[in-house]
Each structure stands twice: as C-alpha cells, then as structure tokens.
C-alpha cells in the first residue's frame, strides 16, 4: 500500500497527558500537512511543510503543539498537556509539486483522539 | 474568519436526478479550487479541481462552476447514484495550502 500511513488510528489518553502521532506520506511526496477535523466541519489547517521545512504554522495552534519532518520523510505532531478540546480527528496529506501546480493531496485515515 | 462557506449541511436527491452543491469563498488569492468527498472513517478524496482562470471544468458526471466575480463555485453531479452518498467539501488553494469548507452531507435515495 503506497498511500498515506497514519498511527495510530486511534488514541485515548488522560487530561495532561503528552500524545504523539506519526504520518507516513507518499514516498517523493515533498510536501506535508496536518489538519484537525471535529464533528460537523471541515478540516482545519495546523502546519504544512516542503521537505523538511515548515513552512506555517496556523495561528490557532498554541505553544502545545509541535510538529517536524526531521528527514523530510516521515512526520510527527505532538501535543503536550492535552486538553478535552483537543479531542478531534488528526489528518495527514500529501502531495507533490510546489505553488499548487498539482493540487491534488492525499489524505491518510487519521487519528482519532480522545480525552478523557 | 471562515474563507469557504459551504452554507447548506445537508442535501438529499433522488438516484438519478442532479445534485448540485454551493460553495462560497472570500479569499481572492485562491489559485485553484478543488472538491473532496468523504466517507466515514475515511480521509477525505479528492474529487475535481478548476483553475480559478476557467469557469468549468467537467469529469465524467461531475462538472465543477466558477463564477469568480461572485466568488462562488458549484459541483453538479448528473445522474446521481447512492454510492454519491458522502460528505463533499469545497476547498479553496493558495500557494499549495489547502482551505475547507465546512462539508455538505449528500445523501442519494434509491
């Protein structure tokens, strides 16, 4: 399968707690992005990178998150201190090309998190 | 500051009549818009795209309208079937960064 991985597919986690989530995009896709979806709307921006670099960051992330593309492979986004409003669906997508000349992205399944 | 607007949640049509579905944005600097479709427990797929220098563009039964000056666009669907049953979001491009609608629920009756 040479789609977008994402793990886990689900996450329940404690109030205070610091949660990781891994993406893995389309090999020789250079570039990458994270959105959050809740229930009843559309996915929300978090970050995007080109390569290894991030690009930008969503002025409704707080200080909590963080996310990197060490290898400009592979990706993480980790929050720290979770909150109960951070309880949502966690998408992956990838794409080529730069300056939206294929602007097609591939989305993975997500992950789900809870917090309880 | 919601740039897409996707003002109708739902939709429901008959299996084989059209399903047109509104799409409004804000963003000028929008290059290309493109339509998702999403199943539960699934990401979301993409579906069509349009230039925002065009005002059509057709694939197959789905066919996506621009008309830039009223800066909304409109995915038609013709003939509906019910595997056309899933959330479709509107979604505006600048420079690669992708911006969603808030999704409308299309359901197709048999």
């Known amino acids: 399968d040479t789609g977008v991985s994402q793990n886990p597919r689900h996450k329940i986690t404690k109030r205070g707690q610091n949660v990781t989530f891994r993406c893995d995009p389309i090999?020789?896709?250079?570039?990458l992005y994270w959105y959050r979806q809740t229930l009843g709307q559309g996915p929300e921006f978090l970050t995007y990178?080109?390569?290894?670099?991030?690009?930008?960051k969503s002025r409704l992330l707080s200080d909590r998150f963080s996310a990197e593309r060490p290898k400009g492979s592979f990706s993480t986004l980790e929050i720290q201190r979770t909150e109960q409003g951070d309880s949502a669906m966690y998408l992956c997508a990838s794409s080529l090309g730069d300056r939206g000349l294929d602007t097609e992205a591939f989305f993975g399944q997500g992950t789900r998190l809870t917090v309880v | 500051d919601q740039q897409v607007k996707q003002n109708s949640p739902s939709l429901s049509v008959q299996e084989g009549r059209i399903s047109i579905l509104n799409c409004d944005y804000t963003n000028s600097m929008f290059d290309y818009f493109l339509w998702y479709k999403k199943y539960p427990a699934e990401g979301p797929t993409f579906l069509i795209s349009?230039?925002?220098?065009?005002d059509k563009n057709e694939d197959g039964r789905f066919t996506v309208f621009l008309n830039k000056s009223a800066k909304h666009l409109s995915l038609h669907i013709v003939p509906s079937q019910p595997g056309d049953s899933a959330v479709y979001f509107c979604?505006?491009?600048?420079?690669?960064?992708?911006?969603f609608g808030q999704g409308t629920e299309l359901s197709v009756k048999p």
């Open positions: 979604v505006g491009n600048q420079g690669g960064k992708l911006i």
């Open positions: 349009i230039s925002s220098i065009k």
């Open positions: 990178f080109q390569n290894e670099a991030q690009l930008e």
């Open positions: 090999s020789e896709h250079n570039r």
